[in-house]
């Protein structure tokens, strides 16, 4: 079949300034970074810091409506407001055709797990479900865990050049495939994946598209309708919110999900996605997270080009992010060439526009926690370890004990930290 992708890696959106990132004024925006000024946060891939307005949403919500949703009085009134002014921030963030597509909870995993026990009690003869050695486990071993409930598993194997290619997921799918679950951006090696490509060769052969967003959420621009994909899950500490997830859908496959609810829950989205109580102040958080970027969208267009929409707002954001953190990428490869690390994934400078500023590396003669430890005396916080993505360790030829170092950047990250921490690898290979 032909592949005709609309181009997740280089998506068609508003120009974007390539120079000037106001990054200074970006940072401001960020207590933790002037409360700890000589400290590099470099594993942002584990948790992202927070604006200030994300921080003022959470204590405005525990100071003047810390009370449950559905009451008739005026605070609780307010909970009900934040949680669909929210709700449809989110679908604004992720280009949701509406705002009842989307289910917030605690985190991504959990609802990985619930949409997957849900398709397991619907198999039928379409029984197949495609996952990837690439991904984060948790959108693998949750699919894996169908095979009592007779689903069978095929693999899509990533290439020697650390990326998924579409031309290999062509002969996995079947009039028996009933899922493609893969991830849209690596949380380990930071490589982006052709997932609009993807949702063709899946519906090709009448499966539907699972995609787990956590890592690529505060790199690009989410677009569901874009990516063609039917589910998608994300989580708001990655993209400058606190502790929640949220899950897309398709509305109409959410509405024929079977999942367990509370008899007196409407058996329609989004409440019956959403079985209990969740985190009513980090859903608040989510809202000014998203208000956060829609700002950042519109500080960075002349005001004759200003954004009308919300939706436009984040476009532009997004894309001057993209822009941003590519200049990071290119300096995160070229002092890891520099001091003869081992990268992982996309090492190439021109295929930059394939990764986002996370990259897994190990240096000779050192161990990964070795790494960690002397930049950590440093003040420059980055990871070691399997990034509980296991089976990509074992595809790398690395133990899951051991694994790997891994830097993770985000739009408030600096060339002159990722300067600095270069200086301290070439440091290091010195002393070895």
């Known amino acids: 079949m032909e592949i005709k992708s609309q181009g997740v890696l280089d998506p068609e959106i508003p120009s974007a300034p390539t120079v000037n990132f106001p990054v200074e004024t970006v940072r401001a925006n960020f207590p933790a970074l002037s409360r700890t000024p000589g400290f590099i946060f470099f594993d942002n891939a584990a948790g992202a810091q927070v604006p200030q307005m994300v921080l003022d949403a959470v204590n405005h919500h525990l100071l003047e409506c810390n009370v449950q949703r559905g009451g008739r009085y005026a605070k609780s009134r307010e909970v009900d407001k934040m949680i669909l002014r929210a709700r449809h921030s989110v679908a604004d963030l992720v280009n949701a055709r509406d705002a009842s597509e989307l289910a917030f909870g605690m985190n991504a995993t959990s609802f990985i797990r619930l949409v997957s026990l849900a398709i397991g009690q619907t198999l039928g003869e379409r029984n197949e479900i495609v996952v990837t050695e690439m991904d984060h486990e948790a959108n693998v071993a949750t699919w894996l865990a169908l095979e009592r409930n007779g689903a069978k598993f095929r693999w899509w194997k990533m290439r020697d050049d650390g990326n998924l290619h579409v031309d290999d997921l062509v002969p996995l799918v079947s009039s028996t495939t009933r899922l493609v679950a893969c991830t849209l951006a690596s949380n380990a090696m930071g490589s982006i994946v052709d997932v609009t490509a993807a949702a063709q060769v899946a519906h090709s052969g009448g499966a539907e598209l699972f995609l787990d967003a956590v890592h690529y959420g505060p790199h690009g621009l989410i677009d569901v309708q874009a990516f063609d994909c ?202 070895c």
């Open 230 to 431: 039917d589910y998608l899950v994300c989580s708001g500490y990655k993209i400058f919110a606190p502790h929640m997830g949220f899950l897309w859908g398709r509305r109409e496959l959410l509405e024929r999900l079977p999942t367990f609810r509370e008899a007196f829950i409407p058996d329609e989205p989004p409440g019956k996605i959403e079985a209990g109580t969740f985190i009513y102040e980090n859903v608040a958080g989510m809202d000014a997270a998203v208000r956060y970027l829609e700002m950042l969208g519109r500080t960075m267009s002349h005001v004759s080009d200003r954004p009308q929409s919300r939706r436009a707002a984040l476009q532009r954001a997004l894309a001057s992010i993209r822009a941003y953190e590519r200049s990071l990428s290119r300096e995160l490869l070229r002092v890891l060439h520099d001091c003869g690390a081992t990268i992982y994934g996309v090492a190439d400078s021109s295929r930059i526009g394939e990764r986002v500023p996370t990259v897994c590396f190990n240096l000779p003669g050192m161990t990964p926690a070795s790494v960690t430890e002397e930049l950590a005396k440093q003040d420059i916080g980055v990871r070691d370890g399997h990034m509980y993505a296991p089976r990509l360790m074992k595809r790398l030829g690395l133990t899951t004990e051991s694994g790997a170092a891994r830097a993770s950047l985000v739009h408030y990250n600096t060339l002159e930290e990722v300067r600095k921490f270069g200086s301290a690898l070439a440091k290091m290979k010195a002393s």
